[in-house]
């Protein structure tokens, strides 16, 4: 063939093509955000039509390291302003146990009016991220606004009274200094052994006038904490000015607060107004939900929002079981076999990935600690995280396999997987480089010294520990930790071309690794230990979500997770919460919606509070976060390299729009359906990553300013070749949709959220 009949045939291929493609044209579509945000994030609000009277039910705020929550102390005469300090950790030698190495409390502050509290009504305004609220006493009405500063390490609560309220007060009450497991124990905590010869710490030393004072506590294991307060008065107006701080080793931290508290004074309460004002409007836009039919769940997701920016900042604490609302509780630390990973689960898809630093740098930072975490005969080149630590990830020395009673060892590889996703929504390579693949590959360098290759040929593990069950030989959890930690360390070196030495031993995991073990019923615990008794936790479900080794793209694995699935969920007996958004997630990725939104619907009422904080036989944090991200699991997913959009809407959300969520591979999508049907998807890449694009409309139509090449590879599957910075508009082929995302209307309710009468 000559170089002129090449030409032709080339250009009869692409011909074809052309034809057999669907509509790609020329044009400069852009979806536009209509969202009045004060309007529509005023009907998120809490709204207590009655006083609070426990930490549940409470108002709360937070900025990542300090917190506040104010509820009526039960059976007493004024309101509590609970206060909390991230930073403030016990530092006991000899563990790094829930008694030695834990979160502290701090106190409180009582508002005492001078009549009796007869009624109240209170309110949360997410938009500004302050609480407002009216009390009604026998003599009069307080009138009170309060919030943590966004940026500064400090709380504002201004009142104004009338007449008979003019002489309402302050006083400071100091927490106990021990262990809130040690006093959760105590005060009727019986099921937790308290440590033998457990020393208290000094008291507080409290030094206050009526208008001003401070707090210090020492500790005898070195360090101190401190608030510092004053009240001051302009006008009919109060303000009460509070600062807490912690210093480690140094002793410092009354200096710390009262330098605060001079800067912050300085600034006055209108400059500090508007930059509190300013940090969170800027935040909640980064992306925007809304679901027409259900404004229950509508006002729970916001919620969750801003609980996440409550909860951490990108340089500030890492959230914990209870963020900045620490209580008396049997969990005052980070719990890593299950608890973190779901608390930051849903910032990635919300397009808030600022916040995602307080993880990042909790994992990142502390490598000699994880490195001491591995016991001493394999430290070298590895890296562990036992079951709960504080914010430096120091913990108790990691189980050894096969010895140990309880070797929970895949807990660093899960939370590695989340420093992954977080690693695929922005697509930065030298984070990739310098900082991930390095410690992922310390967190499988652990499980190499245990693999044995058996009689079948295949490599097994030795006995470890399924999370929340018990221990097994080749565990499901490890299984699928460690052969999702080979297949991302053989694509990390891949896609950075990295020569490591360790390669063809990953690439030998992969290709004999034992297959995750199964029965008549589904994915077992382990070889030795079917799944025979409740069990609230998924982590024999781990390959299937939130790893998708297995997945619905295979028929085979499709039925096994409906199986495996289906028979946890027929055992509810110890099910909790998270038991219930898991199994809508998983529902999710087998594109079942109805399905998820039962799932979901069993978290609201019997586990969730007026406020959506959640307790178990304490309260923790992750479990209604982790239920937004059930609904962005339900709207949109990315993993195995394709953007699915609208994978699993249930019937009942036939109208639902969101803006500007995140994928893999950094894509920024925008998409409205109503009536059951899709009526545009908006694409942006952000990092110029291969796009495959999954959707339910039939006849697609592909738009942007140039004319993209576009292919079909599988059912409703399509290739599109958008590059850095582009964006492409897919709507149904000759419609014309108004490309507008609106908050969807409501019908008018009062809000779902907060204490009603």
Known sequence: MNQIQHTLCGALVTLLALLNCPAAKSATPSVRLDVNWPQFMARQDLVWDKLPEHWYDAAYMGNGMLGLMIYKEPNANYLRFETGNCALHDHRPGSNDLFHACRLLTGHFELHPQGTI????MRLDLWNAETTADIETTAGHIRLRAYVHSDRMIILTQLSTTEGEAGCHWRWVPAPSESPRYLFAKNGGNWIKVPDNYPLNPAPQVDSTQTEGTSVQNYWAGGTSAVA????????????WVTLANSYPATDAL???QKELCSAMRAGERRLERSH???W??????SFLTLPDDEVKESFYWIQMYKLASATRGDRALIDCTGPWLTLTPWPNAWWNLNVQLTYWPLNAANRLELAGSLENALYNHTDELRRNVPEPYREGSYALARTSGGDCASEPVGIPGVSEAAEVGNLTWACHNLWLIYRHRMDDALLRNKLF???????NYYLHFLKEEADGRLHLP????PEYGSAADCHYDLALLRWGCQTLLAAADRLDIDDPLRLRWREVLDKLTPFPQDENGLRIGRDVPYAQSHRHYSHLLAAYPLYLLNRETHADSALISQSLAYWQSKRGAHQGYSLTGAASISAALGRGDEALDYLNGLFGRFLSPTTMYRESGPVIETPLSGAQSMHDMLLQSWGGKVRVFPAVPRAWADVAFYGLLTEGAFRVTASRKGGHTEFIEITSQAGEPLTVV???ERPEFRSRRTLRVNQVAARTWQVDLRRGETVVIVPESASPELVVRPAAHRAKPNPYGLKR
Do not use: K, M
Request: hydrophobic share 30%.
């Open 118 to 121: 007869v009624g109240g009504r």
């Open 229 to 240: 307060w004053r009240e001051t008065q302009r006008g009919d107006g109060r303000t009460l």
């Open 255 to 257: 200096n710390r607060c």
């Open 277 to 279: 004002r300013r940090w």
């Open 281 to 286: 409007h800027a935040y909640y836009p980064a």
């Open 438 to 444: 390095p410690l992922l590959r310390g967190a499988v």
């Open 463 to 466: 006995t470890t520990f399924s």
């Open 695 to 697: 959707t339910d409309i």
